[in-house]
């Protein structure tokens, strides 16, 4: 039982070139999220999916496409990558009315750099 | 105005200080609240839920008021270890999203 799993975990891109960062997790979790952290800024929700075939906008969508085709996968792709883009990316997961509350299962986070 | 404001501190306080946080909230709809912890270039995970009748769990105890639209967090006893940056969350059914605050950093000194 690996939990939420993202990959890459460090990636440097150079300016307009594109990139999907892939989100896995194994607890069968309904829902689904993608999150940015900028240094003093917390974290900034992306996009969010609520069940498979399904995504929704969150704060800061723009320049971001997100797909959910299976249930314990949610894709984020970056079509041209800007400077602005740099950040430290995480992945969430929760279940859709969990016993425990609403508690996030976190991956470990991808550090992206945009030159 | 931010859905969740948080002082960023940071908090600097001597082992064995006892120290609190606060964090506000502007949707008075918002249902669920929580702190996570957060160390340096890690994934964030729950520290504790905060229930309307407030919460302890050990050392730490949450207080909700939903008049005032705020959480805290209160240590007790503070260790070395619970250096690190606080998060205060909130959820709400109604958009399924879990909003984060910025963050307050608590560092522990000898």
């Known amino acids: 039982n690996a939990g939420v799993t993202q990959t890459p975990k460090f990636r440097v891109l150079k300016t307009g070139q594109s990139m999907t960062l892939l989100c896995a997790q194994d607890m069968n979790h309904e829902y689904m999220y993608w999150y940015r952290q900028d240094p003093g800024m917390g974290l900034r929700l992306i996009h969010y999916?609520?069940?498979?075939?399904?995504?929704a906008k969150g704060e800061v969508p723009d320049g971001y496409n997100v797909s959910r085709l299976k249930k314990q996968n949610f894709l984020l792709g970056l079509e041209s990558a800007a400077p602005s883009q740099t950040s430290v990316y995480f992945c969430?997961?929760?279940?859709?009315?969990?016993?425990?509350?609403?508690?996030?299962?976190f991956g470990s986070g991808t550090q992206l750099s945009v030159l | 105005r931010k859905e969740v404001e948080q002082d960023p501190g940071p908090f600097n306080v001597p082992e064995g200080a006892t120290v609190a946080f606060n964090c506000t909230y502007s949707?008075?709809?918002?249902?669920?609240f929580f702190w996570y912890r957060q160390d340096c270039r890690k994934e964030p995970k729950l520290l504790m839920s905060v229930y309307s009748s407030g919460n302890e769990d050990g050392r730490f105890t949450a207080q909700l008021n939903r008049a005032s639209q705020y959480i805290s967090l209160l240590i007790r006893d503070s260790k070395l270890s619970d250096s690190a940056t606080y998060l205060c969350?909130?959820?709400?059914?109604?958009?399924?999203?879990?909003?984060f605050g910025s963050g307050t950093r608590l560092l522990v000194r000898p």
């Open positions: 999916s609520v069940g498979e075939g399904t995504t």
């Open positions: 949707n008075s709809a918002s249902q669920s």
């Open positions: 969350v909130v959820w709400m059914d109604s958009s399924y999203k879990l909003i």
């Open positions: 969430a997961s929760k279940e859709r009315r969990g016993i425990i509350g609403e508690k996030l299962f």
